[in-house]
């Protein structure tokens, strides 16, 4: 359609991210429910992060990288991966897959902010609106009364914020830092020192590791799932689109993720889908839509000289 090849990329890799990672919500929680949480992530990104090295060498894709490159990708492998999944992970014993992904949803919010402290960037008239809008949209969310009522469903929800900064952080450091060129290479990296980090994690918490081949039918194929495409096409697909377009624009996905999210959720798992919830959603998401958006309300047209 007269598109280049480049923009096709961007498409296919907003799609991964937009829809297949709205999925690994609930195959994280079908997961998780069975497995140790820190142990499940660690198989998870291990086995990615060599299957990337492995199809890399097939492909006869240089492994060679510098030590900077090296140290940056496993920063931006626990900021990422260890800490900022890993811990959503956890929480989701505590908390519906539907429920964390709205929560998640404010990702964009924590982004700006944290430019704004760390970077010193201007909040533009339209991202004030959607910061407001965005606060009122998790309050909302979080102020349901059967969430309030279970103290474990809070501690996960408070997880899932430390995690939602800790990947916000990872979004502004990766889209400066000296990494690997190649998207592919570089998920290798940051998945396997990741799948490391996390398997130490696992041993610090003490948590009990079980044999692939113990799983159950439907953790073994989330597992296949979650390894293909949750992390190798969808997390390739996120590197290539930081350093191609801008984090706000990367941080988007969480318009279709909460969504998928839900309607898979409610599907599979029979979870609940409140009224509250989805008035919670409608604020969120438009307040990201406002966080996100290059054009200005006409009321501030006549503020300018």
Known sequence: MGKSPNAALVLLAFFAIYVIWGSTYLLNKIAVLELEPFMLASCRFTTAGLLIFMLAKIMKIPLTITKKQLWNAIIAGILFLSFGNGVVVWALRYVDSGFAALEISAQPLIILLLMRVLQGKKIQPMSVIGVVLGIIGIYLLVSQKQIIAKEESIVGMIMIFFCMLSWAYGSLFVARADLPNN???????????????????????????????????????????????????????????????????????????????????????????????????????????????????AIFERFKR
């Open 183 to 297: 998207y592919f290479v570089n998920t290798g990296y940051q998945m396997f020192t990741a799948g490391i980090t996390l398997a130490l994690m696992s041993l610090a918490f003490g948590e009990e590791w079980s044999s692939p081949l113990e799983w159950s039918g439907k953790v073994q194929w989330s597992m296949i799932l979650l390894v293909l495409f949750g992390s190798i096409v969808a997390f390739t697909s996120f590197n290539y689109l930081l350093k191609a377009v801008s984090p706000e624009k990367v941080a988007t996905s969480t318009y279709v993720n909460p969504i998928v999210a839900l309607l898979l959720g409610w599907y599979f798992l029979d979870e609940t889908i409140t009224l509250q919830s989805v008035l919670a959603a409608t604020i969120l998401l438009t307040g990201v839509y406002f966080i996100n958006t290059k054009k200005t309300l």
